[in-house]
């Protein structure tokens, strides 16, 4: 178990979430310009909406770390270990932005945590299929690649959901199905999906 918080550097991932948290509190009014391609404008892109990055980046890089022959060939519940760390990762982070949008009335947070779980969720589904370096510069550019592709006459695209109001409910099932499905391909050994592949080469 010790090992496994060492190399998954799970203190600071702990200490990303809070400061993700805490400046998702203090950030509500500040705005990131994005140029925007189609138009020539700029969209303000909240600055909580991206701070969900730091801790998911660090989450991969966590998990990265790991000596994958290794585990594969110990214990099958190390997978698991991961699954359940980010699972909570994403209660915490759901839990704690809508505490402070109650308690501060900054409703950007609960936005905040909707991009934690689609960006939590996209990381793992493209893992398996690039790796981890690609995967983490994709996700820390995928906001900024909607606010330059999904904004036509200032508003996001419906699948742009890391640009919608905090009101959104088609942004946060996009986000919520994101986080749930990638959580299950992180709790499924790789081995399985090549079973699967050679089963069914049709697919």
């Known amino acids: 178990m010790d090992w496994w918080l060492r190399v998954r550097r799970v203190p600071a991932v702990g200490v990303g979430l809070a400061v993700c948290l805490a400046f998702g509190a203090l950030a509500d009014s500040i705005q990131v310009p994005v140029p925007v391609v189609v138009g020539g404008l700029s969209f303000p892109l909240p600055l909580p909406f991206l701070l969900p990055l730091v801790p998911v980046c660090l989450i991969l890089?966590?998990?990265?770390?790991?000596?994958?022959?290794?585990?594969?060939?110990?214990?099958?519940?190390?997978?698991?270990?991961?699954?359940?760390?980010?699972?909570?990762?994403?209660?915490?982070?759901?839990?704690?932005?809508?505490?402070i949008s109650v308690m501060t009335n900054q409703v950007l947070a609960v936005g905040m945590a909707r991009n934690f779980l689609g960006y939590l969720g996209v990381a793992l589904l493209l893992r398996p299929l690039a790796g981890p370096h690609v995967t983490t510069a994709a996700?820390?550019?995928?906001?900024?690649?909607?606010?330059?592709?999904?904004?036509?006459?200032?508003?996001?695209?419906?699948?742009?959901?890391?640009?919608?109001?905090v009101g959104s409910v088609a942004g946060f099932a996009q986000a919520a199905v994101l986080g749930a499905v990638g959580l299950v391909v992180a709790a499924v050994p790789h081995a399985d999906f090549r079973r699967l592949r050679a089963a069914h080469p049709e697919a």
Do not use: K
């Open 139 to 165: 996700v820390a550019l995928f906001p900024i690649a909607c606010a330059g592709f999904g904004v036509h006459g200032g508003t996001p695209s419906r699948w742009a959901w890391p640009l919608h109001e």
């Open 61 to 99: 890089y966590g998990q990265a770390r790991g000596d994958a022959a290794v585990e594969r060939t110990a214990v099958r519940a190390m997978r698991l270990w991961d699954a359940g760390f980010m699972a909570l990762c994403a209660a915490l982070v759901l839990a704690g932005g809508q505490l």
